[in-house]
Structure formats: structure tokens, C-alpha cells
């Protein structure tokens, strides 16, 4: 149930490994582009979606009521945060009231959606009971976190391990057999509370050590060291050292998003976690350091940041897709306009993006045109970006600009 950047992968393995799969949606222009193959996939998914027009084991629908056929049902669907930064938990709401409207004695139910500690129990497991189905009795219930890295080909569900944490005992080992289908090894918890806090430590962990990378880069940058230079050397260490990288801020559906998830639950138990909130609010604040660095360096050729032609190269929020969720770059467009700069953007992935309102087209040849700045955000691995050394000013928010030795860092 959803068929995003979780679901559509996940059900495309379940595919492969013999399993009858029912593919519910409830964007009907989302089942439109799946049936097109219009979906922003590894290549070798884009192959797998292909090979299934008019595969007997394939079906695709928004129709909730498909949802009592099936033996097992995994839901799969968004859980941003709002504007405030809490948690905006309609969309799993919404799965879990048909999931458990639908629910038959039987069934296998996994949420796989990054949510709050106690979600499964609070969303699934109890209006289950209300309804007689008694999870480890009647029904299985269990929670195993999505682990999906879109667009690194290394990362496929295959090849990664799985969590899972279930109602009771008999409800974890359910929940593994399905999931054994897609993933290699099975690590088994003793709760579904202890799998959902699993994945807000992973992705909490990712923010803090991004956070300060970022903050290196600051102090590297105070003795005039490469602070790549430098991580790359530590990262010689065989033990106690995990290799992160400065940026221009995080994006995407995890890092940005899952510590809040657990940041807004200490609160309403009057609790609270300095380091954790420290590096949210150190990332939320990184694409403002951009621009600010961005106006510093035209200052210094005597160019006013109002007016001046700005082109960012990439807008994705990691290279290799088109997501735009949460990216950095559209805090930086979106600033930049602000202040009056002209702004414009080159990314091969996406062809054009709303900013409050206005759409933005995707500059073909930027290497035709003469910019006061080129702001490099996302490096895509196709990008051939030797005619930098052409433009004026280059400020290189990724760290890793090898052609042009000049490049401001941010």
C-alpha cells in the first residue's frame, strides 16, 4: 500500500521472488505513470516495471477493498513533517484506518513507513482488537523500517539487511517469512517499539555526524585546511570513524524529517535531546550559510548579490534522482530570490520545479551562458563540469569540485 520511492521497489522484488502482488495507490496519476514507466527508478527497476505489462501476478488499483485478498499488506506510504516541523501523519493515518478496516483473520500486516514509537501498536494492533482481530492470535502485526536508498544501485532491498520487531513472538516470524522474499537476513527484535525507535537512531545518527561534517567544514576552512582532505584521512582508521561529508544542507524523506518524529515525542513527555536538536536546527540553517557564503564571495569581486545572474547546478537532493523533497537547493533558490538575485537552474533530472508559485525551466546549455556565480549543489554522475573553469566564480557547496582548483567552498 503506496507506491513511492518505498513501495513501488518493494513490490517489484516481491514480484520477482514469485509472489502475487497487488499495487494500491491512492494518486491515479501515480498508477498512470508506473503503467508508463514514467517513475524515477535504478535502471534496473525501470527494466523490472517494464517486464510486468501484462504479468498475470501484477495488478495495480486504488481500490481498498483488494486489500482483504491478500495475505500479507505492507504499507508503505510518506510521513513528512508540516511546516512546524511535527510530524504530518495523515497519509499514514488514512493506510492504517483502510488496512484495518479491510483486515481479515490470516493476514500479515507490516508497517514499513519511518513513524513514532508506538505507531504499530497505536494505529494497527489496537483497533485490530476493537474489531476482534487479536494480534499473535487472529492477525500478525509487526513493524520493519524501510531501508531504500534511491539511486544507489549497491543499496537494492536484496542486498540489505532487514529489521523487524512484531506484537508477539509468532507476529515477528510471520512478518520475516514475507520479508524474506526481498532482503538476505532477518535481524529480529522483541518489539515493534524497539524497531521503530531502530530506524530514528539510523537516520538520527546520519543527521548528527552530517551536522558536523558541516561544522568541520567551518573549522577547516578557519586554518585554511581541505576539509575533505582531512576526513578522507581519517577515514584511513579501520576502527571507530564513519566517513561523513560537508554540504549544502540534507534532503530527502529521511534525514531531514525522521529526528523530528522523535524530537516531537520527547517533548510531550517534557523531555529533551540538546545534541539531536542541536543538529537539526544546524542543518536547517545550512542552505542560509550557502547564500550567505554566496553574497561574501561576490562581494569580493565587487558584485552585489541583487541582480547578479546565479545559476545552481543540481537541485535533487542527492545525485542519481529527480526527488526534490526537502532539497536544499529550493531554500537556496527561493533565498537568493529574496534578495533579488536572477536565478536559474540546470539539472538533467528535472526538468522544471514550482518556487512559491513560479515555475523555474531547466537551463539546457548553461555552459553557453556567462554567470556571476554558479552555486554547485547536486553532482550528478553523468555531469561533465570541465567548462566551470570558464565561469567567473564557482562556489562549491559539495566539497568534492576537482576541475576547478579556484572554486570557492562554502
Not at 560537508?246 to 535531546?273: E, F, K, M, N, T
Not at 526527488?323 to 537568493?336: G, H
Amino acid at each position: 500500500m503506496g507506491l513511492g520511492y518505498v513501495g513501488l521497489p518493494t513490490a517489484l522484488s516481491l514480484l520477482d521472488a514469485g509472489a502475487e502482488v497487488i499495487g494500491i495507490d491512492i494518486s491515479s496519476q501515480r498508477l498512470d505513470n508506473i503503467r508508463r514507466g514514467d517513475v524515477d527508478l535504478l535502471s534496473r527497476d525501470l527494466g523490472r516495471l517494464q517486464r510486468t505489462t501484462g504479468h498475470p501476478r501484477w495488478f495495480l488499483c486504488d481500490d481498498f477493498a483488494r486489500l482483504s485478498s491478500a495475505d500479507a499488506v505492507l504499507i508503505c506510504v510518506p510521513t513528512p513533517v508540516t511546516e512546524n516541523l511535527t510530524p504530518d501523519l495523515d497519509a499514514l493515518r488514512g493506510a492504517c484506518a483502510a488496512v484495518v478496516g479491510a483486515a481479515r483473520s490470516g493476514q500479515t500486516i507490516i508497517l514499513t513507513s519511518t513513524t513514532h514509537i508506538g505507531a504499530t501498536r497505536e494505529l494497527l494492533s489496537e483497533p485490530l482488537s476493537y474489531r476482534g482481530l487479536i494480534a499473535g492470535r487472529d492477525i500478525h502485526v509487526a513493524f520493519s523500517p524501510e531501508r531504500i536508498d534511491p539511486g544507489v544501485a549497491d543499496h537494492v532491498p536484496e542486498n540489505t539487511p532487514r529489521v523487524v520487531g512484531g506484537m508477539t513472538p509468532s507476529c515477528t516470524e510471520s512478518a520475516a517469512q514475507v520479508l524474506e522474499l526481498t532482503s538476505p537476513t532477518m535481524h529480529r527484535l522483541t518489539s515493534p517499539e524497539a524497531a521503530e525507535m531502530t530506524k530514528l537512531v539510523e537516520n538520527t545518527f546520519r543527521a548528527v555526524n552530517i551536522a558536523l561534517a558541516n561544522e568541520f567544514a567551518d573549522v577547516a576552512g578557519e586554518f585554511a585546511l581541505s576539509v575533505s582532505e582531512v576526513i578522507n584521512a581519517a577515514a584511513t582508521k579501520p576502527y571507530g570513524f564513519t566517513a561523513f561529508f560537508p554540504g549544502p544542507g540534507v534532503g530527502g524523506h529521511c534525514i531531514p524529517c525522521d529526528p523530528h518524529y522523535l524530537l516531537w515525542q520527547l517533548r510531550g513527555r517534557r523531555r529533551s535531546a540538546p545534541l539531536i536538536d542541536a543538529a537539526m536546527t544546524a542543518i536547517a540553517l545550512r542552505p542560509r550559510r550557502v547564500v550567505a557564503r554566496a553574497e561574501q564571495v561576490l562581494s569580493q569581486q565587487r558584485k552585489p548579490l541583487h541582480d547578479a545572474r546565479i545559476l545552481v547546478l543540481g537541485v535533487a537532493y542527492k545525485p542519481g534522482v529527480a526527488d526534490l523533497r526537502e532539497s536544499p537547493a529550493l531554500e537556496i533558490l527561493r533565498d537568493l530570490q529574496a534578495h533579488n538575485a536572477n536565478v536559474s537552474f540546470c539539472d538533467p533530472y528535472v526538468p522544471s520545479l514550482m518556487l512559491d508559485g513560479e515555475q523555474l525551466e531547466h537551463c539546457e546549455n548553461p555552459q553557453d551562458e556567462r554567470w556571476d556565480l554558479v552555486i554547485v549543489h547536486t553532482r550528478h554522475p553523468e555531469m561533465d563540469l570541465r567548462w566551470l573553469v570558464d565561469q567567473p566564480l564557482v562556489l562549491d557547496s559539495t566539497y568534492r569540485l576537482s576541475e576547478v582548483a579556484r572554486a570557492a567552498l562554502v
